[in-house]
């Protein structure tokens, strides 16, 4: 367990154009700590290129903002633009599963 002083948190991204690749980085963070402190401190941000501002997070999955306060044992996650809108790859997906069906 963390003491009174240190928060630890997890910072992820999935900096990927497919799933299964994680840049997740455990860090120890003084009390009082917002998201941003954390994301400057991961090396997230360096490491692939980021800018602070214009960037999508949040906390186990809850948009929130650079100044939100963290608590022990929060998960900042940074998210990626949307690639495809989701009612179009549903469209494309049942388009595709009809093809299917019909060949059967």
């Known amino acids: 367990m963390a003491s009174a002083e240190t928060l630890r948190v ?3 991204y999935c900096p990927g154009p497919g799933p299964g690749v994680t ?9 009082g ?5 954390a994301l400057h401190a991961s090396g997230l941000l360096a ?11 949040g ?26 809108d989701p009612k179009e790859a549903r469209r494309l997906r049942y388009k595709r599963q009809g093809k299917q069906a019909a060949a059967i």
């Open 10 to 12: 997890e910072v992820a």
């Open 23 to 31: 840049d997740l980085v455990t860090l120890a963070l003084p009390a």
């Open 59 to 84: 906390v186990w999955s809850r948009r929130c903002e650079a100044a939100t306060p963290l608590r022990d044992r929060d998960r900042v996650e940074v998210y990626r633009p949307l690639r495809v």
């Open 33 to 37: 700590a917002a998201v941003s402190d």
């Open 47 to 57: 490491r692939h290129g980021l800018v602070l501002e214009g960037l999508v997070f």
